[in-house]
C-alpha cells in the first residue's frame, strides 16, 4: 500500500473513531438530560451516604442514613463559604480525619481571590477530578461536532502552588487541570496540538511563559485554527504584552536567539532545540509589519490567517469584552464552552456557536445536587432568609442564586453567582451566567450590581462610540471623602485616533457620566434628587493602568487565568494605584433627567 493509501485508511479509521467518539456523546447527553430529576435524587443519597460518618453531616444529624431531600433540606443550613472557613482551616493545618469529606482529600483549590476579599480554598478528592475529567471528555465530543483540524494557540498560564502546614498541595485548579497527564493524553481533542510546549504552560513566571507562547504560536502561525484562553480579559492582557514586546520577539525570530529573559532552563533548552533552529528572518518582517503601527483591527486574524474562532469565557462581566475582542481579532466567532469553578463544574453550552450574547449553559446534573435560591430585586437590599427551590421547581426567567452540595463535602453551600433560567434541554435547565452577587456599588439605601453597573457602562460606550472610542476596561469604587458620597468610575478609552483618549471634549464625558446616572437604579436616582449621593465622576486613566492592576493582583496571589478585573475596588493600595494613574476627571453636569 502506497502512504496515500496508508493515510485514506488511517483518516477512515479515524473518522470512525470520530463518529463512535460523537454518537456515544450524544447518548450520554440525552440520558442524562432526560433524565435529570432522577439523577439528581440519587446524586444526593450518594453524597448523603457516603459521607455520612463525616463531622459535618453529623453535627447535623444526618447520620443516620438520611439520605431523602426532605430530612436533608431540614436538618442542613444553607451556607456560604465563610461559614465552613473553620473546618477547611482545620483540614489546612493538618487535620485530616473526615469533616466534611469521607473520601481522603488530595488537593485545596484556590478560589479566584478577585471576587471575594479573600482567596477560598475548596477541598478536592481523588475521585472528584476523575468525575470532572470523565465529563469532559463525554461532553466535548457532542459540543464539538467534529473535531479541529489543525493546532490551538492556547494561551494557558499556570502559577506557583504552596504546601499548606498539612502537607497538602495548594493550588488554583486550572493547575490541577494543566498538569494531569490525562488532560494532554485522554481528551478526544487534545491538548496535545497546542502550539505551546508544556515546559510554556507550566513555568511559573508569567512574563517567560506568554513571551515563549507566542514565539511558538508565531513559528506555527499557519497551523492556528483556534485560539484559547480562559477568561476573555486574557486575551486582551496578552494582546497588550504583544504591543509591549513585538519587537524583542521579532529580533529572537530574525536571529534565531532566545531572549536572554527567558532563563527557565526546560523551557530554553525546549524553545532553543525544537523551535529556534534557524533565523527566520521573513517571518519575522511579517510579524513586524503586522504589529507596526497604532491600528491594530482584526491584529489575530492578520498573524494568525487559518484561525476560524476565539475560546474564552465571556459571560457574565466578561461580555464588556466582546466588542473589543470583535475588533482585535477582525470578526472571529467567540465562543464560550462552559461555566465551572473550583466547587464544581456546572454546565456546558451545547450550542458552542451561538454567539456570545446568547449563551445558555445546560446543567449537569450528575455532578452535584443542585438548589437555586430565587431572587427579586429587593433580595439584594434586604438580605432576606434563603428559601432555595430544587431543579424541579425552577421557573423560565426567574433569576437565582447557585447553592450546591458536592461529593467533596460542601453542602447547600452559596456560590454567590446569580444565574437566569433560560429554558430546558430535555427536562434539564438551561441558565445564563448574569453575574457574581456579591458586587455592589452602595452610598446610601441604594445598592448597585455588577450588572447595574455594566448596564451603565454599556450607554457610556453608546456615547462614545460616536467618537470611535470605545472603554477597554472599567472599575468603580463608593466614594465617601465627598460630602454626599458619589460613585466614581475609573475607565481606560482606546480610541482610533487620540491617545488615552486624550483631547475628547470633556463634555462628552461629562455627557457619559449623565448618561450613566440615567440608566442607573430607582434608588439611586431617587437618592440623587434627595442629594443623598452626589454628581457620579469618571476618572480617565493613562493607558496600561488595568495592566497594572492585574499585574498587582497576580503579585498579591490571583493567578493570571483566574483573573477577573474587579468591579469594585476596596482595596486601598488598588484604589492608590488608580488614583496615581488619573488623567482627568468628570463630573455629571446635571440631575439624571429620569428623577422617580
Ligand atoms: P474560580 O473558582 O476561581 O475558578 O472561579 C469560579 C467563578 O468564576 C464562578 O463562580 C463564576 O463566578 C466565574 N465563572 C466561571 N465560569 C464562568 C462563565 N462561563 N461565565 C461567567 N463567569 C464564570
Known amino acids: 500500500m502506497d502512504a496515500a493509501a496508508v493515510m485514506a485508511v488511517d483518516e477512515e479509521s479515524g473518522g470512525k473513531v470520530q463518529a463512535r467518539a460523537y454518537e456515544a456523546s450524544v447518548k450520554f447527553i440525552e440520558e442524562l438530560t432526560r433524565k435529570c430529576h432522577e439523577v439528581q435524587t440519587m446524586v444526593l443519597a450518594e453524597i448523603l451516604s457516603q459521607n455520612a460518618e463525616t463531622e459535618y453531616l453529623k453535627r447535623h444529624e444526618m447520620s443516620h442514613g438520611h439520605v431523602d431531600q426532605e430530612t436533608f433540606k431540614t436538618n442542613v443550613p444553607v451556607v456560604t463559604y465563610e461559614d465552613i472557613k473553620s473546618d477547611i482551616l482545620r483540614l489546612y493545618n493538618g487535620d485530616f480525619s473526615p469533616i466534611l469529606c469521607a473520601q481522603p482529600i488530595v488537593e485545596l483549590l484556590f478560589s479566584s481571590g478577585t471576587s471575594s476579599a479573600q482567596r477560598k480554598m475548596i477541598p478536592i ?47 488554583p485548579g486550572l493547575n490541577t487541570l494543566f498538569k494531569n497527564p490525562q488532560f494532554y493524553n485522554d481528551n478526544p481533542y487534545p491538548y496535545n496540538t497546542n502550539t505551546s510546549p508544556i515546559e510554556a504552560i507550566h513555568c511559573p513566571d508569567h512574563f517567560q511563559s506568554i513571551y515563549t507562547q507566542l514565539l511558538c504560536g508565531f513559528y506555527q502561525r499557519h497551523d ?73 483591527e482584526g491584529i489575530l486574524q492578520k498573524i494568525w490567517p487559518n484561525a476560524k474562532y476565539i475560546e474564552a469565557i465571556l459571560t457574565g462581566s466578561m461580555t464588556q469584552y466582546i466588542p473589543i475582542l470583535n475588533y482585535y481579532s477582525g470578526g472571529l466567532s467567540l465562543v464560550t464552552l462552559n461555566y465551572a469553578s473550583s466547587e464544581c463544574d456546572f454546565g456546558y453550552n451545547l450550542d458552542p456557536m451561538c ?39 425552577v421557573v423560565v426567567g426567574q433569576e ?52 447595574d453597573l455594566h448596564k451603565a457602562i454599556q450607554t457610556a460606550s453608546i456615547v462614545l462610540q460616536q467618537f470611535n472610542t470605545t472603554i477597554l476596561d472599567y472599575t468603580s469604587n463608593s466614594c465617601t471623602k465627598t460630602n454626599p458620597g458619589h460613585y466614581v468610575i475609573y475607565i481606560e478609552l482606546i480610541t482610533k485616533t487620540l491617545a488615552n483618549g486624550i483631547g475628547l471634549g470633556v463634555n462628552i464625558l461629562e455627557e457619559c457620566c449623565l448618561a450613566m446616572e440615567e440608566s442607573l437604579g430607582f434608588y439611586y436616582r431617587s437618592c440623587r434628587k434627595s442629594y443623598c449621593i452626589g454628581p457620579l465622576e469618571i476618572r480617565v486613566l493613562s493607558n496600561g493602568t488595568f495592566e497594572k492592576m492585574m499585574d498587582f493582583a497576580i503579585s498579591n496571589g490571583a493567578t493570571f487565568n483566574q483573573f477577573k478585573m474587579p468591579r469594585c475596588v476596596k482595596s486601598l493600595s488598588m484604589l492608590e494605584l488608580l488614583d496615581s494613574r488619573v488623567i482627568s476627571s468628570h463630573f455629571s453636569p446635571s440631575m439624571p433627567h429620569t428623577l422617580p
Open 355 to 393: 454567539g456570545p450574547y446568547d449563551i445558555s449553559y445546560t446543567i449537569m446534573p450528575n455532578m452535584a445536587y443542585y438548589e437555586f435560591i430565587p431572587l427579586s430585586p429587593e433580595d439584594d437590599v434586604s438580605g432576606s432568609q434563603p428559601k432555595p427551590v430544587d431543579m424541579a421547581n
Open 125 to 171: 478528592t481523588d475521585d472528584d477530578l476523575q468525575r470532572r475529567h470523565k465529563l469532559l471528555t463525554s461532553v466535548s465530543p457532542f459540543i464539538k461536532k467534529s473535531p479541529d483540524k489543525g493546532k490551538m494557540l492556547g494561551l494557558l498560564l499556570t502559577r506557583d502552588e504552596t504546601i499548606t502546614p498539612g502537607g497538602l498541595i495548594a493550588r
Open 224 to 296: 492556528v485554527t483556534r485560539v484559547k484562553v480562559i477568561f476573555g480579559s486574557n486575551l486582551i492582557w496578552a494582546i497588550r504584552f504583544l504591543k509591549a514586546n513585538y519587537s524583542n520577539l521579532c529580533h529572537d525570530i530574525s536571529s534565531g536567539n532566545l531572549n536572554p529573559k527567558i532563563t527557565n532552563l526546560s523551557l530554553r533548552t525546549r524553545m532553543t532545540e525544537t523551535f529556534m533552529q534557524h533565523p527566520q528572518p521573513k517571518l519575522a518582517k511579517f510579524i513586524e509589519s503586522a504589529c507596526l503601527g497604532k491600528n491594530w
Open 400 to 451: 437565582y442564586e447557585l447553592v450546591i452540595t458536592t461529593y467533596t463535602g460542601l453542602y447547600r453551600y452559596r456560590m454567590g453567582d446569580v444565574i437566569r433560567l433560560t429554558g430546558f434541554y430535555n427536562s434539564t435547565p438551561q441558565f445564563k451566567f448574569i453575574r457574581r452577587r456579591d458586587v455592589v456599588l452602595s452610598i446610601d439605601v441604594e445598592k448597585t450590581t455588577e450588572s
